[in-house]
C-alpha cells in the first residue's frame, strides 16, 4: 500500500517527548504547558450539576445561547466591545480547532501566511494542510518583539493572512499598543486576514494589559480572536475554547467547525456560563499566576541561566548561550534525565530548527513542587 504523507516532517511532538520522558525518569515535569493543580471545586460542581441535571446531549452547532452570551458580556467587560453572541461567537473543542477552522476558512492553495517565530507548534501544520505556504518572521531577541519592517518586508501579492499571538508562546511577550498599531497599517494596507491566538489573555504580569485584536475596530472586521477556556480555568483536558469574529469570518468558519467536531460538550458549556457570571473569577487570574512566576525567578536568579522575566503566559525562558553551545535539545535531555526535571528546548518552535541555547519552563505549578524543581535547577552548572 503507497501512502504519501501530507506531512512528511510531522512526528511525536517535543512535548509528548518530553513529558513521556519525564515519567520514565520521575523527573519534574515543567516541559508541558499545564497546570499542576486543579480547577476551582465550585466549577467542577457546576459541571455535575448540569451533568445529573440531564444536560448531555448534543449542544448546538455554535454552542449553547447561555454560554456565548456569558462570553460576549465578559469580552465587553475586558475588551470594551460587544460580540453579537448569536453571530459572531462560536463554542469550539479546544482553541486548536478554533485555529485551524479559521486557516481552513480563508486559505486556498498557494496563498502565503505570515507566521512570526518562534511558534506555537500547530500553526504550520493547520496551514500547509490547507494548501497554504507559510512565511517567516523572527521576533527579535531578547524580548521577541516584533520588527514590525521586516514582517512588511515578508508580504507578496500571494499573502493571505498573518498569525500572530499575545501573551506570547514560548517567549511570554505582551503586545503593545504600538504593536497593535503597526499591525492595523499591514493589514489595512494589504488587505489581510488575522489568526489571533490569544489563549494566554488574561495571563499577564507587572501590571501589563491584554489588548485583543477584537477590540480594535478596523482589526476586528478581518480577525478570527481564538481563546480557551480550559487554559484559562487550569481544565487543559476539557478542550474547550471558541472563536470570536464578524459575522462574515463566523459563517465561513462554522462551516468548518461543522464538520470537524460540529458541537463542544454540552454540560460543560452550561457550567462555564454559570461560572463566567463572577467576573472575579478571571480578573484574579493575573495576581494568581505572577506569585508562580514571582517564585520561580527568584529561584532562576541563584543559577547561572540567563533571562528577561516572562510579561505574560506561564512560561519562562532562559539563555545559557554564554556557557555552553550545546543544543538545546540536548541539555533539555540532560536536565531529565540527570537533574529530574523536564523543559522544553525553544529550538522545536522555529521552522528551521534555530538553536539559540534557550529553555523553556513551564511555572503552572503547585509551589511546593516550583520550589523542587528550582533547587533542582540550582545544581546545573555540573552539566556544563
Given amino acids: 500500500m503507497s501512502l504519501i504523507s501530507k506531512l512528511p516532517q510531522v512526528g511525536t511532538t517535543i512535548f509528548t517527548t518530553m513529558s513521556r520522558m519525564a515519567q520514565e525518569e520521575n523527573a519534574i515535569n515543567l516541559a508541558q504547558g499545564f497546570p499542576g493543580f486543579g480547577s476551582d471545586p465550585v466549577l467542577l460542581e457546576l459541571v455535575a450539576k448540569y451533568t445529573r441535571g440531564g444536560?448531555?446531549?448534543?449542544?448546538?452547532?455554535?454552542?449553547?445561547?447561555?454560554?456565548?452570551?456569558?462570553?460576549?458580556?465578559?469580552?465587553?467587560?475586558?475588551?470594551?466591545?460587544?460580540?453579537?453572541?448569536?453571530?459572531?461567537?462560536?463554542?469550539?473543542?479546544?482553541?486548536?480547532?478554533?485555529?485551524?477552522?479559521?486557516?481552513?476558512?480563508?486559505?486556498?492553495p498557494g496563498d502565503e501566511v505570515i507566521v512570526l517565530e518562534p511558534a506555537y507548534d500547530s500553526y504550520v501544520p493547520a496551514i500547509e494542510l490547507n494548501g497554504g505556504i507559510p512565511v517567516f518572521v523572527p521576533l527579535q531577541s531578547p524580548d521577541f518583539a516584533v520588527d514590525w519592517a521586516l514582517a512588511a518586508s515578508k508580504i507578496s501579492s500571494k499573502t493571505r493572512a498573518i498569525v500572530v499571538n499575545s501573551p506570547h508562546n514560548p517567549s511570554g511577550y505582551v503586545w503593545s499598543q504600538e504593536d497593535v498599531d503597526n499591525l492595523e497599517d499591514l493589514v489595512t494596507q494589504h488587505g489581510l486576514f488575522v489568526i489571533?491566538?490569544?489563549?494566554?489573555?488574561?495571563?499577564?504580569?507587572?501590571?501589563?494589559?491584554?489588548?485583543?485584536?477584537?477590540?480594535?475596530?478596523?482589526?476586528?472586521?478581518?480577525?478570527?480572536?481564538?481563546?480557551?477556556?480550559?487554559?484559562?480555568?487550569h481544565v487543559t483536558g476539557w478542550k474547550i475554547g471558541y472563536c470570536l469574529a464578524p459575522k462574515v469570518l463566523s459563517t465561513e468558519f462554522r462551516k468548518v467547525?461543522?464538520?470537524?467536531?460540529?458541537?463542544?460538550?454540552?454540560?460543560?458549556?452550561?457550567?462555564?456560563?454559570?461560572?463566567?457570571e463572577d467576573a472575579e473569577k478571571y480578573f484574579e487570574l493575573p495576581a494568581f499566576y505572577q506569585k508562580k512566576r514571582d517564585l520561580f525567578l527568584k529561584g532562576l536568579a541563584l543559577t547561572p541561566f540567563q533571562f528577561q522575566p516572562s510579561q505574560g503566559s506561564f512560561f519562562q525562558l532562559v539563555s545559557y548561550a554564554h556557557l555552553s553551545k550545546k543544543s538545546d535539545l540536548f541539555l533539555a535531555e540532560q536536565m531529565t534525565?540527570?537533574?529530574?526535571?523536564?523543559?522544553?528546548?525553544?529550538?522545536?518552535?522555529?521552522?528551521?530548527?534555530?538553536?539559540?541555547?534557550?529553555?523553556?519552563?513551564?511555572?503552572?505549578?503547585?509551589?511546593?513542587?516550583?520550589?523542587?524543581?528550582?533547587?533542582?535547577?540550582?545544581?546545573?552548572?555540573?552539566?556544563?
Wanted: hydrophobic share 40%; glycine share 4%.
Fill in 257 to 276: 467547525h461543522q464538520y470537524l467536531t460540529f458541537s463542544t460538550v454540552t454540560p460543560l458549556q452550561y457550567a462555564l456560563a454559570e461560572y463566567l
Fill in 337 to 384: 534525565r540527570q537533574l529530574k526535571v523536564a523543559c522544553i528546548p525553544v529550538s522545536v518552535f522555529y521552522s528551521n530548527g534555530q538553536d539559540n541555547q534557550v529553555l523553556r519552563f513551564c511555572f503552572a505549578k503547585k509551589d511546593e513542587e516550583l520550589e523542587e524543581a528550582l533547587h533542582r535547577i540550582q545544581k546545573v552548572a555540573s552539566l556544563f
Fill in 196 to 233: 489571533s491566538d490569544e489563549v494566554y489573555e488574561h495571563i499577564l504580569f507587572d501590571a501589563k494589559s491584554h489588548i485583543s485584536l477584537g477590540s480594535n475596530a478596523k482589526l476586528r472586521e478581518r480577525t478570527f480572536v481564538c481563546g480557551s477556556f480550559s487554559k484559562t480555568f
Fill in 55 to 108: 444536560f448531555n446531549q448534543y449542544a448546538p452547532m455554535s454552542g449553547v445561547s447561555e454560554l456565548k452570551l456569558a462570553l460576549a458580556t465578559k469580552t465587553q467587560l475586558t475588551q470594551g466591545y460587544y460580540p453579537d453572541p448569536e453571530s459572531e461567537v462560536t463554542i469550539v473543542s479546544g482553541a486548536t480547532e478554533a485555529l485551524f477552522a479559521a486557516f481552513t476558512a480563508i486559505i486556498h
